[in-house]
């Protein structure tokens, strides 16, 4: 479906999304030219098209899949199944997307994602730390593949989170995740950003194959504080 010559959609601004993008769809709904159980444009084509990320796409997928308005089937697409949001639903769920800002995100992450670093310690089984060696492998593997890449980072960080064995914990990660994924993208495609993360993320590896929480603690910290300066640089 080539949306830049059928649909007039404008480029977006790196800050409003992933709302912008939701907006973006529910016009193309109103004014007929999407339609119940059709499927919607290509993640890469609406990526193109409307001038951001793949993963914010995604993100507004999600947003969208958890109202009800479409469906995503893996390795097929998002297909439409109802009528497009109302101004009050839409203001509704802008207030709730954009309630947070990335830098209170990121701070939250520090403190979640510390104290879990510090229980994986204590509590991983000798099969967690194999499932979080093997995420970092995969990382090891991904050379000039951001999205490939992130998506090891995100195994890697959960298998983490497996290993402190507090689910409260692993779906408080879920949540901040999910609200970083345009920033983790700004980050890995930084000068020598990927080399970087992968050292760091060895070093907290280690430090719980060793048992010491705080070390890995500490190297968590670390590692999501350049995630922290990634933020105020773009996300002012």
């Given at each position: 479906?080539?949306?830049k010559s ?6 977006i ?5 992933p709302?912008?993008?939701v907006?973006?769809?529910q016009?193309?709904i109103?004014?007929?030219q999407?339609?119940v159980?059709?499927?919607?444009p290509a993640?890469?084509e ?9 993963p914010?796409i995604r993100e ?6 958890s109202?009800?308005v479409v ?9 439409l ?6 101004a ?5 769920l802008?207030e709730?997307?954009?309630k947070?800002?990335?830098l ?7 403190i ?16 967690d730390?194999a ?6 492998n995969k990382m090891e593997?991904m050379?000039g ?13 959960m ?7 507090n ?15 345009e ?14 993360v992968r ?5 907290i ?13 500490s190297?968590?910290?670390e590692?999501?504080?350049?995630i ?7 996300y002012k």
């Amino acid at each position: 479906m080539p949306m830049k010559s059928e649909f007039g959609l404008k480029k977006i601004n790196k800050k409003t999304l992933p709302m912008s993008v939701v907006e973006q769809i529910q016009l193309l709904i109103k004014d007929g030219q999407l339609k119940v159980d059709e499927r919607l444009p290509a993640e890469r084509e609406l990526a193109e098209s409307l001038g951001v990320s793949r993963p914010s796409i995604r993100e507004a997928m999600r947003i969208l899949e958890s109202l009800g308005v479409v469906t995503v089937k893996s390795g097929s697409g998002a297909y439409l199944n109802s009528k497009y949001l109302s101004a009050d639903d839409l203001i509704q769920l802008q207030e709730t997307v954009e309630k947070f800002t990335f830098l209170e995100v990121v701070e939250a992450r520090k403190i979640i994602e510390g104290e879990i670093a510090l229980l994986a310690a204590k509590n991983a089984t000798i099969q967690d730390l194999a499932n979080i060696r093997e995420s970092l492998n995969k990382m090891e593997l991904m050379t000039g593949a951001e999205n490939a890449f992130l998506l090891a980072d995100y195994s890697f960080h959960m298998a983490i989170a497996d290993a402190a064995k507090n689910r409260v914990l692993k779906e408080m990660l879920k949540t901040t995740r999910s609200r970083l994924m345009e920033v983790n993208l700004v980050v890995v495609k930084a000068p020598n950003q990927i080399a970087a993360v992968r050292a760091i993320h060895k070093k907290i590896l280690d430090s719980l194959v060793a048992r010491d929480g705080d070390k890995a603690r500490s190297y968590m910290l670390e590692h999501l504080g350049i995630i922290g300066e990634a933020v105020n640089k773009s996300y002012k």
